[in-house]
């Protein structure tokens, strides 16, 4: 299990430094980062991954694991927006519910790319087995 909580903060991280990459990129937040705006990202995005162990469970369906990272998500950025005094304006909104699916896509496509990877190893071991 703390092999799963490490490797979800690390990945918190990884996804939560890209977006606030492009939070920065695209002007969304007007102000020069601070090492309080950074190091509240980095503690939301360690948060947020620690959330996505919910999709370990076996006990919910999917819809309902989903709906509680979302939300989850949704009340971390939250916070940490407050407590760097950035405003939750409508724009806010648009651009959460965009990096999420931008974030989510980008994960189903790692995930297909490792199984594409796993069946072709198993596919060689198979063919290797056979020809002996």
């Known amino acids: 299990m703390l092999k799963k909580i490490v490797r979800n903060t690390i990945t918190g991280i990884g996804f939560g430094s890209f977006a606030y990459i492009l939070v920065l990129l695209f002007k969304i937040q007007t102000t020069m980062p601070t090492t309080t705006n950074i190091i509240s990202v980095l503690v939301m995005s360690a948060g947020i991954g620690w959330i996505s162990l919910v999709f370990d469970s076996d006990a919910l369906p999917w819809i309902a694991e989903l709906g509680i990272h979302f939300v989850g998500t949704f009340l971390l950025v939250a916070?940490?927006?407050?407590?760097?005094?950035?405003?939750?304006?409508?724009?806010?909104?648009?651009?959460?519910?965009?990096?999420?699916?931008?974030?989510w896509v980008i994960i189903r496509i790692q995930q297909a790319i490792q199984?594409?990877?796993?069946?072709?190893?198993?596919a060689k071991r198979s063919q290797k087995l056979e020809n002996k």
Do not use: E
Not at 83 to 103: G, R, S, T
Not at 115 to 120: K, L
């Open 115 to 122: 199984v594409d990877r796993i069946n072709t190893a198993i």
């Open 79 to 103: 916070i940490m927006m407050r407590l760097n005094h950035w405003p939750l304006v409508p724009l806010f909104w648009i651009v959460f519910v965009a990096l999420y699916i931008v974030i």
